[in-house]
């Protein structure tokens, strides 16, 4: 029962103008879009999984992220909700596979061109190999930084109101 909207958009246009990435440019047309169809109030659900979000830890990680990058993409942020960031990619593709449910895969996804589908394609098999349980060892490591991060700001916050008190 509910409404489908899409929405086609040049990216590759988008990206020359705006002098970034096609795969920036992507994501900031989907999201500009969503807004849209959302308005004020509404919730934007994505079909962000855990294999995203275990990306998104290692992408951060060659940067040399600290506490706040390894937390993955939050479940919810603003009126964003995930409801899929549990579950794996292949999690998701086999329950549709099993329903007879058809889905899309973004071709930019099979592809190693951008750094994110050489860790999707290249790098977490490495590690699966090394441990076919990395997905939920990810899943701890990305709780745990969620809660240190959130430890470290409630001890920050407490240092400053001593300090405060101690200034008077």
């Known amino acids: 029962g509910l409404a ?21 440019a992507g994501r900031e047309l989907r999201y ?10 509404g919730r934007i659900a994505t079909a962000h999984t855990l294999s995203d979000s275990m990306e998104t830890v290692l992408l951060n990680l060659t940067r040399g992220t600290g506490i706040k990058g390894l937390r993955g993409i939050p479940p919810v942020r603003g ?12 999690e998701v593709e086999d329950y549709c596979r099993e329903r007879g449910l058809s889905f899309v895969t973004d071709p930019t996804n099979l592809t190693s061109q951008y750094s994110r589908g050489r860790i999707r394609n290249q790098v977490i098999p ?18 745990r930084m969620e809660d240190q991060l959130a430890l470290t700001r409630e001890l920050a916050a407490a240092a400053r109101e001593e300090l405060a008190r101690g200034a008077k």
Request: charged share 30%; net charge positive.
């Open 4 to 24: 489908f909207l899409s929405r086609r958009e040049d990216a590759a246009a988008w990206a020359r103008d705006h002098r970034c990435t096609v795969e920036e």
């Open 32 to 41: 500009r879009f969503f807004r849209e169809c959302a308005g004020e109030t």
């Open 79 to 90: 009126n964003i909700v995930r409801p899929l960031i549990t579950c794996t990619r292949r």
């Open 126 to 143: 490495q590690l699966e190999e090394l441990n076919p349980g990395l997905p939920a060892a990810m899943a701890r490591l990305m709780a």
